[in-house]
């Protein structure tokens, strides 16, 4: 099941081991012909996204540093891409951090720090990347950014990550309204819980996918691969007339 990207460059942001839903986008995207180039937050992520990198079909070989709390970090980014590749067609934003404290408990307790923290690396984050990557992007492209149903409604121990995908998503509309006119189309999945290494901060979070197996309607949970098929279809031109959404894959339980 793939849709062919050959002749295409998509910046994946935000693999941090085989469970990240961004290697399930690297994935499906490597599969489809793409070329892609890595991000990762820091140093200690380095090693693991090279070594991952090195077990896919495709040879992408540039794999670079952004730390998306500095404004810094992202312009360098993105000027090193420039230098190496000069046009990107697309970048898969699949980046989200909460203190583990905060992720549990009353909503009222969230400190102003952890507030702030929450949105800068999970919402604002978006918007600084469109900024500096827009210029890559000379022949049109497609952002996808990744949230979760607690940024519609509220869902257990959710709190300030919720309040931070509600603010991601909003983005995304901005975004899509500002970037249209430049042929940029920004869009969202909406995955169903996974257990990845963000995902363990929150508290209670193997009920909730209990209860994704038992309710939602097709009675199972989401993986990765499902979500980087979808990502797959929103960076290609199959999905060409499709901007400012959010797409849920999540076997159907937001309509319940
Ligand atoms: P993950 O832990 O594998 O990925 C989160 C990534 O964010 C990591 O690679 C981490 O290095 C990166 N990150 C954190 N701080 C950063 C910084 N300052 N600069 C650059 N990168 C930074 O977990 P995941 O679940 O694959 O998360 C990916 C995205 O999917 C997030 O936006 C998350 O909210 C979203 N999402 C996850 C689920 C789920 O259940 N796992 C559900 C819906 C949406």
């Keep these: 099941m793939s849709i062919a990207l050959a ?4 910046v994946i942001m935000g693999v941090a081991n085989k469970r990240s839903i961004a290697w399930g986008i690297a ?11 890595f991000t990762y937050a820091g140093e200690r992520f380095e090693k693991p996204v090279r070594d991952l990198v090195a077990t896919l079909d495709g040879n992408h070989e540039l794999i670079l540093p952004c730390d998306v709390t500095s404004d810094e970090s992202v312009e360098n980014c993105f ?16 980046i989200a951090f909460a203190k583990t404290e905060e992720l549990a408990g009353n909503f009222y ?12 690396i999970s919402s604002y984050s978006l918007t600084v990347i469109a900024k500096y990557a827009k210029p890559l992007m000379t022949e049109g492209g497609s952002i996808v950014a990744l949230t979760y149903i607690g940024g519609e409604r509220v869902m257990p121990n959710y709190n300030v990550m919720g309040v931070a995908k509600a603010s991601l998503e909003m983005s995304v509309r901005y975004l899509a309204a500002d970037l249209g006119k430049h042929g940029i189309r920004v869009n ?12 363990k901060g929150i508290s209670g979070f193997n ?4 209860e994704i197996e038992e309710k939602a309607p097709l009675r199972r949970n989401t993986t ?21 959404e959010t797409i849920h894959v999540d076997s159907g339980y937001h309509i319940l």
């Design 7 to 10: 002749g295409k460059t998509y």
């Design 27 to 37: 994935q499906s995207l490597d599969q489809s012909g793409a070329r892609l180039i």
């Design 79 to 94: 000027a090193s891409i420039k230098e190496e590749v000069g046009t990107i067609h697309g970048l898969a934003h699949c």
């Design 109 to 120: 307790d969230t400190s102003r720090d952890g507030f702030l923290l929450a949105q800068n």
């Design 188 to 199: 969202a999945i909406s995955s169903g819980p996974i257990r990845t290494l963000s995902a």
């Design 207 to 210: 009920t909730i996918l209990h």
């Design 224 to 244: 990765p691969e499902e979500v980087g098929d979808t990502a797959a279809f929103l960076f290609s031109d199959m999905s060409r007339g499709i901007t400012g």
